[in-house]
């Protein structure tokens, strides 16, 4: 691969845009942001430099401290280290410079002449940083997918050259319905002033916010306080048209950005449900438990028979390697061609469908045919099936079930057994995960990627090949029978820190 990479530079549009470029990146302690750097340090040998920004910690509150710890060691480096442990730590040494700071404080916490110093300093920004939780309490939800981006703004504004590359979520959609196309999304619910410039004018929507998180707080304190924020959260999401706070405050973030950066070269990325590798770093490379991971898993541990879906629905999952070449892709764009707004989606939908029914019996027949091959998964071969319900047959269902069960836990405490009903805890569990990821199995959208497609084109053949795209290169059979179940079992299920930092420190000593 590194040769191919070195005889194919010149010819390469990405790798010559961004030979000798400086890039700052947010969110490298987390899954996504993980695989965009490993994919630069592994295919962009010539970059200038990657500049993260990280949150220092208790254990770790020097960023490059933690780094060392809790991202260096990661398996997603694995191969970089098997193809050549020198060159990666070498790369690590002199590209990889690590800035302590925290991307919801204003200037990031830094001093006006650091903050500044990194401004005249990078090329772009990918900012990753995001609270994935569907169910945050508002006012977090607010700080870190919406207001944080305020800091972004005033970088961006100290260097009219820099790019900005945001990554959002193509459920930015909310309850619209129909074809999705990569553009402004219009809200589904209650109405927002749109500008002329076609973003939507949100200063009071969050003025008006911000007054009902400050009276929550005024009347709650302690889990109550906490519980009322997310209630007030999913609520005001469901008033504007988005079923979650999470896809409520991204959206946010999009006409923010868009707003205070009109005119500038800003690329808004939205990846659908982002799941293991296909093929790079390694596939089935995944960090954590994601959006379909959590159904997986429950119904592999058999907690979950019954569950909220459309078969028929479209469920557009795409593999996180896709999504850092689309993030790359845009990347590049953005650092040459003429400053403006562009939107990509990064899906899977709109040509390469699977439907919520063929991704179930994926997973039921892989499952039955070969469980033991995932012996973190599965602790033995699942004897219920996984069934797909209309919701309000569910909730029937449950509710039904759920209240004679209730009826017997009492009974037993009063005659002194203190003892829970399996059945009772399965079914909570059923309707927990119902409750965060069922707007996301009843799909009634199609997220369409025709920009994204057309600027892979436009980079040329081999940016196709080095920084691939295209959903339609997923077997679905075998990317989630053979890939993805792999991945969840090798790499999510079991802790993967596969190097000691023995070099990493002597070199700290050294400096």
């Not at 892989?366 to 033995?380: C, D, H, I, T, V």
């Not at 209730?406 to 409750?435: F, H, I, P, W, Y």
């Amino acid at each position: 691969m590194v040769d191919q990479l070195q005889t194919a530079e010149s010819s390469s549009n990405v790798l010559e845009r961004l030979r000798g470029k400086h890039v700052l990146v947010t969110g490298t302690t987390g899954f996504l942001g993980k695989v965009i750097l490993e994919k630069i340090i592994r295919t962009v040998p010539d970059i200038g430099g990657i500049h993260l920004l990280i949150r220092g910690n208790k254990r770790h509150p020097n960023a490059r401290e933690r780094f060392f710890h809790e991202i260096a060691t990661s398996s997603v480096f694995e191969r970089l280290r098997k193809d050549d442990n020198e060159a990666f730590e070498n790369f690590i040494e002199e590209r990889v410079h690590c800035v302590t700071g925290e991307v919801t404080e204003p200037r990031f916490g830094l001093s006006h002449e650091r903050f500044a110093a990194l401004a005249s300093g990078v090329d772009a920004f990918i900012n990753s940083a995001a609270s994935v939780n569907f169910r945050e309490e508002l006012d977090k939800a607010l700080t870190i997918n919406t207001l944080c981006l305020n800091n972004v703004v005033e970088l961006a504004r100290l260097n009219a050259a820099m790019a900005v590359i945001q990554v959002s979520t193509c459920y930015v959609n909310g309850k619209n319905a129909g074809q999705v196309s990569e553009s402004v999304i219009k809200p589904a619910g209650s109405d927002i002033p749109c500008s002329t410039s076609g973003y939507y004018e949100i200063d009071e929507l969050v003025r008006l916010l911000d007054d009902k998180i400050a009276d929550v707080r005024s009347r709650y304190s302690g889990k109550a306080l906490e519980k009322k924020l997310v209630d007030l959260g999913i609520q005001e999401a469901n008033r504007y048209g988005w079923s979650d706070t999470y896809t409520f405050t991204k959206w946010l973030g999009e006409q923010l950005l868009m707003k205070a950066l009109d005119g500038r070269a800003l690329t808004i990325v939205r990846p659908s449900i982002i799941e293991s590798a296909l093929e790079e770093p390694a596939p089935g490379w995944i960090e954590g438990v994601k959006v379909a991971d959590a159904i997986i898993l429950a119904y592999a541990r058999e907690k979950v028979t019954l569950f909220p879906g459309k078969r028929s629905g479209v469920i557009d999952v795409i593999p996180v390697d896709l999504v850092a070449n689309a993030i790359i892709l845009s990347l590049a764009e953005a650092l040459v061609e003429p400053s403006q707004r562009r939107i990509y989606q990064c899906c899977s939908g709109s040509n390469n469908p699977i439907s919520l029914g063929e991704f179930i019996d994926h997973l039921m027949a892989e499952s039955k045919s070969n469980y033991g091959a995932y012996e973190q998964l599965f602790y033995r071969q699942p004897t219920k099936p996984f069934i797909a319900v209309n919701r309000k047959l569910f909730d029937v269902v449950v509710s039904g079930v759920r209240v004679p069960l209730s009826l017997t836990v009492r009974m037993m405490k009063l005659l002194g057994q203190n003892r829970e009903l399996k059945t009772l805890r399965n079914l909570d569990t059923s309707r927990s995960l119902a409750t965060i990821f069922g707007f996301y199995t009843a799909p009634d959208y199609i997220f369409r990627n025709d920009s994204l497609q057309a600027l892979a084109s436009r980079m040329g053949e081999l940016d196709r090949l080095l920084f691939p795209v295209d959903a339609r290169l997923i077997d679905w059979s075998v990317y989630l029978r053979k890939i993805h179940l792999a991945g969840l079992n090798h790499y999510a299920l079991k802790e993967r820190k596969l190097y000691s930092l023995r070099t990493a420190k002597a070199r700290k000593k050294a400096a």
